[in-house]
Structure formats: structure tokens, C-alpha cells
């Protein structure tokens, strides 16, 4: 009988080492997961903020190049609007410029007040459909001043 009781025993022990290999490996594979699902979000996102920073830069190029005009800079991204002293660039999911109600994602470019210090801003804004803000620049154009301090009449 005691060599029963001990068989018995031993399966015991047996069972529940298994049980609880079982329960640590659950847990860590639980673990394991989480990570994986936040690494791929982190991805997803830095991605994203990536073709942001692309996207404001080459606006900002743009704008300066063009000297700060809105028009001009609409004219280089189809499917943009200009309106009340903003332009609105609007991007699909491979960050090319499209329609309006083809867009997950878009630019708002806005002209900041002028400063009599003969800098010229402008406000840009990538969003994304649901208007949260994923980058924001400004870009700066510098025009040249006469000597009294004010901008030059033939500065271009």
C-alpha cells in the first residue's frame, strides 16, 4: 500500500510541475505579446511622423522658394485649396498629394502675422483625418530691409 500511495505521490508532484510549466509559459507568451503589439504600434507611428516631417519640409521648401506665396505653392500640389490666407494640401495613404475626399492625412500651411522685422512665417501642420497633430514647422522667409528698418520696396 505505501508504495501505491507513493506512485501516487509522484504523479502528483508530476501534475503539478506541468500545470504550473504551463501557467509560466502563458504568461510570458501573454508578455511576449504585449511587446510585440506595442513595438508594431511604435512602428507604426514612427512611420507616419517619418513621412510627416518629409511631407512639412518639402512645403516649407516650397513656400520659401516661392516667396511666401500661398498661390504658387497651391499650384505645385494638386488637389490643394487656398482660402483666407491658408492652404490646405491634402494627402492620401502613400503621402501623395489627392483630393479632399480621397485624404487620410493633411497639411495646413497659415500665414503668421508680419513683424515689421522683415521676417515673413509661416505656420505648417501635418494632421491626420481625425485633426490630430502629428508635426508641426515654421518656415521663415528673410526679406531684405532698407536702411531705415523697414522692408525694401524692390526686395523680391
Known sequence: ???????????????LEITINL??????????LLFFIKTHSLTEQTGVLHQAVNAC?????VYEQE????????????????ANDKLFIYMDNTYHPC??????????????????SGVQKADIRFLKADNTE?????????????????????AQ
Open 67 to 82: 516667396r511666401g506665396n500661398l498661390s504658387a505653392v497651391s499650384s505645385t500640389f494638386s488637389g490643394s485649396i487656398c
Open 134 to 154: 502629428v508635426y508641426g514647422i515654421t518656415a521663415c522667409i528673410y526679406n531684405s530691409l532698407s536702411p531705415e528698418g523697414r522692408k525694401a520696396v524692390n
Open 23 to 32: 501557467l509560466l509559459f502563458t504568461v510570458l507568451l501573454i508578455v511576449g
Open 57 to 61: 519640409n518639402n512645403v516649407a521648401s
Open 99 to 116: 483630393e479632399k475626399d480621397d485624404a487620410l492625412f493633411k497639411i495646413i500651411v497659415s500665414e503668421l502675422p508680419d513683424s515689421s
Open 1 to 15: 500500500m505505501t508504495t501505491t500511495n507513493f506512485k501516487h505521490s509522484k504523479n502528483r508532484i508530476f501534475l
